[in-house]
């Protein structure tokens, strides 16, 4: 009898901090494949405001969560790693990359990175967009806000309630990345 291959998505990203639009592509992305592997990265190019353990703790949690609320679905698991998104993806057995799209110029990068994915690693992207209430929400956003905002309250349609807890615990210890953020104001 012939083995069924089990179809991996692994999604991969630095979750700083994790925001609503993440768990959308964590959701749709249990109703496309197998199994979802949820990958805190590191991106040396920014500066993280929570360190991996911490992202992967919250990760835990809110998969946790949504995985109580509508079983059925493919299971998922958030690992940290570090080095190349390709190197991880192989050690996972990831069949494919699972990206969220907000706007056009997330496509152009998004594609560009797809492509060399694909002839370095031979591994496929499967993108989905992003949806209407998500479409302008970032972690680079978010961050400044915590840093500048006075009520992180107004982070509720961007964020899941913990997240927003632990906004709120960093703005109080004034952490170097959120006094970085509000000197450039």
């Known amino acids: 009898m012939a083995e069924t291959r089990q179809h991996v998505a692994m999604y991969p990203g630095s979750f700083d901090p994790p925001t609503l639009g993440h768990l959308d592509v964590i959701r749709r992305g249990r109703r496309l494949f197998d199994r979802v592997i949820v990958a805190v990265g590191q991106n040396p190019a920014k500066e993280s405001l929570f360190a991996a353990d911490e992202r992967v703790e919250m990760l835990d949690t809110l998969v946790a969560q949504l995985l109580e609320s509508e079983p059925g679905e493919a299971p998922v698991e958030v690992l940290s790693f570090d080095g190349l998104t390709v190197d991880f993806a192989r050690s996972v057995k990831a069949s494919v990359i ?32 992003a949806g209407q209430s998500f479409a302008y929400t970032s972690s680079s956003l978010i961050k400044q806000i915590t840093a500048m905002g006075e009520d992180l309250g107004v ?31």
């Open 98 to 129: 699972l990206r969220g799209i907000r706007n056009l110029s997330d496509l152009q990068n998004e594609v560009q990175q797809a492509v060399t994915n694909r002839e370095v690693a031979g591994l496929e992207t499967a993108f989905v967009v």
């Open 155 to 185: 982070l509720a349609s961007m964020c899941p309630p913990i997240v927003i807890e632990r906004l709120r615990q960093k703005k109080r210890e004034q952490p170097a990345a959120l006094r970085r953020l509000a000197d450039r104001a």
